[in-house]
């Protein structure tokens, strides 16, 4: 049973962090492609973070860049990736959802929600 689940979401001041991890598991995520998206109401899904399988490349939307870190622990059956978020903005306020790609295999999580306020 594939299960990609999110937590540590909350609400934060403006300027403040949160640290968002995603447990995956039922599938060899070591090998997959993993990253975090987020979704604002009234808009699109939007990229926010990438980490390869190996964990050697990362990649940022500039929105986030340099506030926003993506890691990874495949030490474990079940695969672990984080997002650090520092000096969180108001416009950061979403749900943030986990994604796992392999070639053209792609899962989702349910998301967690981020509230930032100012």
């Known amino acids: 049973q594939v299960q990609l689940v999110e937590s540590g979401g909350g609400l934060v001041q403006a300027g403040g962090s949160l640290r968002l991890s995603c447990a995956a598991s039922g599938r060899t995520f070591s090998i997959y492609t993993m990253g975090w998206f987020r979704q604002a109401p009234g808009k699109e899904r939007e990229f926010v973070a990438v980490i390869s399988w190996s964990g050697s490349n990362t990649d940022y939307a500039d929105s986030v860049k340099g506030r926003f870190t993506i890691s990874r622990d495949d030490a474990k059956s079940t695969v672990y990736v984080y997002l650090q978020m520092n000096s969180l903005k108001p416009e950061d306020t979403s749900v943030y959802y986990c994604?796992?790609?392999?070639?053209?295999?792609?899962?989702w999580g349910k998301g967690t929600l981020v509230t930032v306020s100012s």
């Open positions: 994604n796992a790609v392999w070639r053209n295999i792609d899962y």
